[in-house]
């Protein structure tokens, strides 16, 4: 089971690149040009950034929100802005590899995007696992309240997750660190 969800998200994640990069140059072709150097490739490189930007509602919402309550919603924007995010920076940028700095962003940006899909399994075996306690404690009669606490304290302690933390945090850190020095050099470059 698990190793067919593994070639099928793996044969979705090389299908959506392959695809995005096919996107880029149809529409440099009909312009004579890269189409990430263009007005309109500039429009949907912000714009990726902008998903992008957008992942980091999630983890904002769950460190100053109700410690109770998990942001549902917030977690859902960031599995999708992660995943077209990058793909809308794929058709900005193109299979083209002229310049260190995005190439390093690209890199850094697809690690990040990896370990992300990697950090949904881990977030689904470890809710299957906290669902099991969840049941064992109201059976065990604490109030919903109550077991939601609990719950919510046994999240932050899982051990799968944490050690995952320690790749994606410093990643998501580099990735902006780059894709930052790539904006402005393109300013600086009078490329933007």
Request: no cysteine; hydrophobic share 55%; charged share 15%.
């Given at each position: 089971?698990?190793a ?6 793996l044969g979705?994640?090389?299908?959506a690149?392959?695809?995005?990069w096919?996107l ?9 040009w890269?189409?990430?150097?263009t007005q309109a ?7 990726g950034?902008?998903?992008?930007l957008?992942?980091f509602?999630y983890p ?7 410690k ?12 999708l802005?992660g995943i077209?995010g990058?793909l809308?920076i794929?058709?900005h940028?193109?299979?083209h590899?002229?310049?260190?700095v995005p190439?390093?962003a690209?890199l850094a940006m697809?690690?990040?995007a ?14 299957r696992m906290?669902g099991?306690?969840?049941r064992?404690?109201l059976?065990?009669g604490?109030s919903?309240?109550?077991v939601e606490?609990?719950?919510f304290?046994l999240?932050?302690?899982?051990e799968?997750f944490r050690?995952w933390?320690?790749?994606h945090?410093?990643?998501?850190v580099?990735f902006?660190?780059l894709a930052l020095?790539?904006?402005l050099g393109?300013?600086?470059?009078g490329?933007v």
């Amino acid at each position: 089971m698990l190793a067919k969800r593994f070639l099928a998200v793996l044969g979705l994640t090389v299908a959506a690149v392959l695809a995005s990069w096919s996107l880029e140059a149809l529409l440099g072709l009909s312009r004579g040009w890269p189409f990430g150097h263009t007005q309109a490739g500039h429009l949907v490189g912000w714009v990726g950034l902008v998903m992008i930007l957008l992942t980091f509602g999630y983890p904002v919402r769950k460190r100053r929100g109700p410690k109770a309550a998990w942001p549902k919603g917030w977690f859902l924007v960031h599995q999708l802005a992660g995943i077209f995010g990058p793909l809308l920076i794929l058709v900005h940028s193109g299979a083209h590899f002229h310049a260190w700095v995005p190439i390093l962003a690209m890199l850094a940006m697809g690690v990040v995007a990896v370990s992300g899909v990697i950090g949904v399994a881990v977030h689904r075996r470890a809710r299957r696992m906290l669902g099991q306690e969840r049941r064992r404690l109201l059976g065990e009669g604490l109030s919903p309240a109550e077991v939601e606490g609990r719950v919510f304290d046994l999240a932050s302690a899982e051990e799968a997750f944490r050690v995952w933390q320690i790749i994606h945090a410093p990643m998501v850190v580099l990735f902006l660190a780059l894709a930052l020095a790539h904006v402005l050099g393109a300013w600086y470059f009078g490329g933007v």
